[in-house]
């Protein structure tokens, strides 16, 4: 059983950062991928990044040269750096992990970039 806790969300200005964690406890292939999803109000979740075991990282286009996934083997951990924060950036997070994709879950951590 896989469990994965998320924290670090909040309100932030445009413009500025946030720093995503998430901690997880399971079996090593069952945390092969991790990564985050995000859903906006009336949207569907999309990927935001996700990161393997091995270091490989895959990224949404509206991200890329933002957003910085990281993973802690040895911890369990997976974090997720944002800079440059947009209002389009305001939605849920969730942390999420699996073997090929990402099929275990995280609560969610809201993120809003408002001025």
């Known amino acids: 059983q896989v469990q994965l806790v998320e924290s670090g969300g909040g309100l932030v200005q445009p413009g500025g950062s946030l720093r995503l964690s998430c901690a997880a406890s399971g079996s090593r292939f069952s945390l092969n991928v991790m990564g985050w999803y995000r859903q906006a109000p009336g949207k569907q979740r999309e990927l935001v990044a996700s990161i393997r075991r091995g270091g490989t990282t895959n990224y949404a286009n509206s991200v890329k040269g933002r957003f910085t996934i990281s993973r802690d083997n040895a911890k369990n951990t997976v974090n997720l750096q944002m800079n440059s924060l947009k209002p389009e950036d305001t939605a849920v997070y969730y942390c999420?992990?699996?073997?090929?994709?990402?099929?275990?879950w995280g609560q969610g951590t809201h993120v809003a970039v408002s001025s």
């Open positions: 999420c992990a699996g073997f090929r994709d990402c099929n275990s």
